[in-house]
């Protein structure tokens, strides 16, 4: 069942947002060629809780970690480790949420750490800016999958792959709610969107197919390729006005 927020539940969605949105600006800044997963991971734990919070992700469903930090061809999901250390070189995908007075945040960002190949930077910009063309839908009156078909033709049209396994979603008192948010797909399809409606979209892009693996940790998603792949997601409130963003500075 998809649920309609008010304008309170709205609010406190954007306090929780702007959390997630401070714990990557912390995890940009910390990022640097020798550091471990697992240092990052505590970084972003201790700041989360340091503004009343608690980390969505923690425990939720056994995963370990309090993001998800995921690396070059590491799509999501990865899990963070002390023996695992970012090179200089690497991109990095965080995936952040955090609950505040009962309601989630939740977007990831690729980074570039060190010394970094114009071809990723180039996946990392392309993934961004899908997401921005998947907004442009995001309003009143729309379907659900003419997002995700703007996200698809616009990746598309530039040579990269669109992950089909892994989606967006509904967010509220719980990360993961109706609907699920493909970046793929026929326009024109599914429900009609609503004023009120609050949504993760989270495009996750390749530089090679759009196929994917799962590692035997049951967690970690990589290229089936292993080519590297980009993730960029925002939690939305559908207004009157349009989208707005709530894991914004």
Known sequence: MITI??????????????IVAETHALLR???????????????????????????????????????????????VHGIPSEDIIVQ?????????????????????????????????????????ASLDEGLKFAREGYRLSDIGHA??????????????DY????????????????????PGRGVRLK?????AIEPMITEGTWEVTVQSDGWTVITKDGKRAAHHENTIALTADGPVILTAL
Do not use: W
């Open 167 to 186: 989606c967006g979603h509904g967010i509220g008192t719980s990360m993961h709610e109706d609907p699920q948010i493909p970046n793929y797909g026929r």
């Open 151 to 164: 996200i698809q033709a616009y990746c598309e049209s530039r040579g990269y792959g669109v992950v089909r």
């Open 29 to 75: 800044e910390s990022l640097k060629p020798g550091i471990s997963t697992l240092e990052l991971d505590t970084i972003a734990e201790q700041y989360i809780r340091s503004k009343g919070a608690v980390p969505s992700f923690k425990n939720y469903n056994g995963f370990p970690g309090s993001i998800c930090a995921s690396i070059n061809e590491v799509v």
């Open 88 to 128: 200089d070189g690497d991109i990095i995908s965080f995936d952040v949420g955090a609950i505040l007075d009962g309601y989630h945040g939740d977007a990831a960002r690729t980074v570039p750490c060190g010394n970094v190949d114009q071809d990723a930077l180039d996946l990392i910009e392309v993934t961004r």
């Open 5 to 18: 927020k008010s304008e309170r539940e709205i609010a406190l969605m954007r306090e929780a947002g702007r």
């Open 195 to 199: 004023e009120g409606m609050c949504l």
